[in-house]
């Protein structure tokens, strides 16, 4: 080797290459530990036989199968509780070295939060398809048809986005292990003051505004009318407002964290 | 090609809040050579490499790595560099030879197996290749660490503190590796806070005191700095030891504790 040789490596980062490559990784954490899917389907799927075989007989407020009612809902509880591995598996990296074996090298600078994010999308889904799977075995039935089923997974994959973006920011900030999820205890509370589990009509006046304005019922409300087979109407623009509007701030937030922390 | 200085620092400073960390750091290394950044803790030796490494950008001053500036070119830099740091970066989940192959992908290195294969060989973790790392000894985490900052031969390589925390076999294992390193030629700066790692290892020794280079050269040159040995006389203190034995005495010996009394 001649000494003090030029580098044979190519000196520009590819960002999608890079990305695929720490996604490949991450994905290889979450097959590693395949429980991170299970556990984040476990409380979701408690949830659902909860309140569908405990509670569910009391609510009469719901016309219809209350399985059919309640999933939305539960699926939305599994994304806020599937986000809180992605923060700490981002904190791992970053309260270790690799963050900054990563940052010395010629990648691209934010491949690392991608192959996170991405992580989470394809962990998240699959912990749906699970939840999903039980319901149906719990009469769960829908009349929708390709296309519905192809939007709920679009707008599921939208909300997985948005929150992911929001556990970012506590996946680079937070100081221990322990305080890297707390976030996500708030996330999945949202969804009992709102449709999800019974109709905002019969809630006290400023509890009814809360859940009637909050994203999580017009997300709610729209996965339900597309497994309906119903119009989605105006509630469908308002998700979809709310989603992007969550997620573009929340963006913008972790990205600017990351500059602000790793340059 | 060859460049005329392999790391070149005038003039840097860097502080934390009103914490001057770095008051004018100047260090040159020729290419090829060891340098031993030596000096205690808190001196600055992990700012230094840190921002050489471009994960830290400096008050004021320069630096150049293998003839890229740090602040204007950093890619440059990075492509030109392997840092390992203080605390291992190595992933736990992976095996050791996912590990290489992580890292050959991300340099893109066609051949990543082949390449991986080649630095298990070569640090002793053929056997340990398709464990998972969090199986691995320390010392054998800091192996492959530092075989993972070698994928893609870089020019340059930072080792912070590579020892720190070994036990005396691992640290043994490391010198190895660093001094073959050395003899193919590649430029390595480490820190190290152990004076017997500098006299080791080093072509040359920064003593780094105070955010200064306070004294540069070879062993044989610092050692000139030295006044020239003198015959010093030395009181020495009695240890609890001596105390102990004075007062109790050998068995053989009873009378000599009573003439002293």
């Known amino acids: 080797m001649s000494v003090g040789s030029e580098a044979k490596t190519p000196v520009s980062g590819n960002l999608a290459h890079d990305t695929a490559v720490l996604l490949q990784r991450s994905l290889r954490h979450v097959l590693r530990s395949p429980d991170t899917i299970v556990t984040t389907a476990v409380t979701p799927i408690a949830m659902l036989l909860l309140f569908v075989y405990v509670f569910g007989g009391a609510l009469k407020a719901v016309d219809g199968s209350y399985v059919d009612y309640l999933l939305p809902g539960i699926l939305l509880i599994t994304i806020a509780s599937g986000i809180a591995y992605t923060a700490f598996r981002l904190f791992t990296d970053v309260s270790g070295g690799i963050v900054d074996r990563l940052r010395s090298m010629p990648i691209g600078r934010s491949a690392l939060l991608w192959g996170h994010v991405l992580t989470s999308l394809v962990a998240n889904l699959a912990s749906l398809v699970l939840v999903v799977l039980v319901a149906l075995a719990m009469g769960f039935r829908s009349g929708a048809g390709v296309l519905a089923w192809l939007a709920v997974a679009g707008l599921l994959a939208l909300v997985t986005l948005a929150l992911t973006w929001i556990a970012v920011i506590p996946g680079l900030t937070a100081k221990s292990a322990d305080g890297v999820s707390g976030f996500s205890y708030p996330l999945i509370f949202l969804p009992f003051v709102s449709s999800a589990f019974v109709p905002t009509a019969g809630m006290p006046g400023p509890v009814r505004w809360f859940a009637q304005h909050q994203p999580v019922t017009s997300i709610v409300n729209t996965i339900r009318d597309l497994y309906a087979g119903i119009p989605v109407g105006d509630q469908g623009w308002i998700a979809l407002a709310w989603c992007f509007g969550v997620l573009v701030v929340a963006y913008a937030l972790a990205m600017g964290t990351y500059r602000r922390k790793f340059g | ?261």
């Open chain 2, 1 to 261: 090609m060859t460049t005329p200085t392999a790391i070149r620092v005038a003039g840097l400073t860097k502080s934390y809040g009103d914490r001057l960390v770095l008051a004018g750091v100047d260090l040159s290394v020729a290419p090829g050579t060891v340098v031993a950044l030596l000096g205690s803790n808190g001196a600055g030796k992990t700012t230094t490499v840190q921002i050489l490494a471009t994960l830290l950008r400096a008050d004021s001053g320069e630096a150049a790595v293998a003839g890229h500036d740090v602040a204007t070119d950093p890619a440059g830099v990075r492509a030109s560099i392997s840092l390992t740091g203080q605390f291992t970066a190595v992933d736990e989940v992976l095996t050791g030879r996912e590990n290489l192959m992580l890292v050959a992908r991300l340099r893109h290195l066609q051949d990543a197996g082949v390449l991986a294969d080649e630095l298990l060989d070569r640090f002793g973790l053929v056997e340990a290749a398709r464990r998972r790392v969090a199986t691995y000894s320390g010392g054998m985490r800091r192996r492959l660490d530092i075989a993972m900052g070698l994928v893609g031969d870089p020019p340059v390589l930072f080792l912070d503190e590579p020892t720190t925390g070994l036990d005396p076999q691992a640290r043994l294992e490391v010198w190895r590796t660093v001094r073959d390193l050395a003899g193919a030629g590649t430029t390595v700066l480490l820190t190290t806070q152990y004076l017997d790692e500098a006299e080791q290892l080093a072509d040359r020794i920064a003593i780094l005191h105070q955010g200064r280079i306070i004294a540069e050269g070879t062993l044989a040159e610092l050692r000139c700095l030295m006044p020239p040995a003198t015959v010093e006389y030395v009181e020495r203190q009695p240890t609890l030891e001596d105390v102990l034995l004075a007062i109790v005495g050998p068995d053989t010996r009873p009378q000599e504790i009573g003439t002293t009394r």
